[in-house]
């Protein structure tokens, strides 16, 4: 069964950096709409940021915007999601899926993605 794979969370202290990275085995990344995801304790799963398939147009979330960065390596078949400037309220399991319905992104629209991970647990901290 297809899934991704998430890895690159930990612990940081407020105003620190993380990187996220997630991939595939068995799926071309580059075919797909990547989105990453969250979800906090007690909370829904929400969007984070997006990277369309093709144009390569990058799609973020208000509450991330400025702070994170998402990345694809082809070569790697592996997507980033570069994180500074981290606050507690960030603290979340972050998750990798893509979008089987377009190649666009759709970051309102998580029943259109699949392939869920377990997700890497990110935890901003003093």
């Known amino acids: 069964q297809l899934q991704f794979v998430e890895s690159g969370g930990g612990l940081v202290q407020p105003v620190g950096s993380l990187r996220l990275s997630c991939t595939a085995p068995?799926?071309?990344?580059?075919?797909?709409?990547i989105g990453w995801f969250l979800q906090a304790p007690g909370k829904a799963r929400d969007s984070v940021s997006c990277?369309?398939?093709?144009?390569?147009?990058?799609t973020y979330a208000s509450s991330v915007k400025g702070r994170f960065t998402i990345s694809r390596d082809n070569a790697e078949n592996t997507v980033y999601l570069q994180m500074n400037s981290l606050k507690p309220e960030d603290t979340a399991v972050y998750y990798c899926?893509?979008?089987?319905?377009?190649?666009?992104?759709?970051?309102?629209?998580?029943?259109?993605?699949?392939?869920w991970g377990q997700g890497t647990q990110v935890t901003v901290s003093s």
């Open positions: 068995g799926l071309t990344l580059n075919d797909y709409a």
């Open positions: 899926a893509a979008n089987l319905m377009r190649r666009a992104c759709a970051l309102g629209k998580i029943y259109e993605y699949d392939y």
């Open positions: 990277f369309s398939s093709g144009d390569g147009r990058h």
